[in-house]
């Protein structure tokens, strides 16, 4: 599936919501809403393994997902592709708040371990840096 921002005809309008409206209807708090309706969101979804999480990262038109580090709790993730592409060369200011929530409650569900992630960005690679920590003494139920 090829991920190029002209093969999601909605693009233009949800970057549009995303990077325009939302901003100016959340103004400073933007960040941390959106990082909590992307936890929300994601606890609507089921992933059986790490390769789920990339395909619906890849899916939900977010962009390409790959794992570069992981440790015990830790997990270090970068967003990258066409559409994180397009989206920083459009807004430069651009919010990945939403992703960096849905990919921490998904690894969330994953390692049965309370997670928190934050996110910046790369600009030179066009890149969102996505760190996960999760915290082995705070079981999910």
Known sequence: MSEDSNQHPSFQGLTLLRDQLL?????????????????????????????????LIRTLSFGALSLVEQKKT????????????????KQPQADFALE?????????????QYTEGSY??????????IVLQSDKKEAVL
Do not use: C, M
């Not at 830790?74 to 060369?89: K, M, N, P, S």
């Not at 910046?120 to 840096?129: A, F, H, T, Y």
């Open 23 to 55: 901003p100016n209807l959340f103004k400073e708090d933007q960040s941390d809403i959106l990082y909590w309706a992307g936890k929300e969101l994601a606890r609507s979804y089921t992933v059986a393994s790490l390769d789920d999480v990339v395909t």
């Open 74 to 89: 830790a997990y270090l993730f970068h967003l990258h592709g066409e559409i994180v592409h397009t989206r920083l060369d």
């Open 100 to 112: 960096t929530g849905f990919l921490a409650q998904l690894i969330q569900q994953l390692s049965e």
């Open 120 to 129: 910046s960005i790369q600009k030179k690679n066009s890149v969102v840096e």
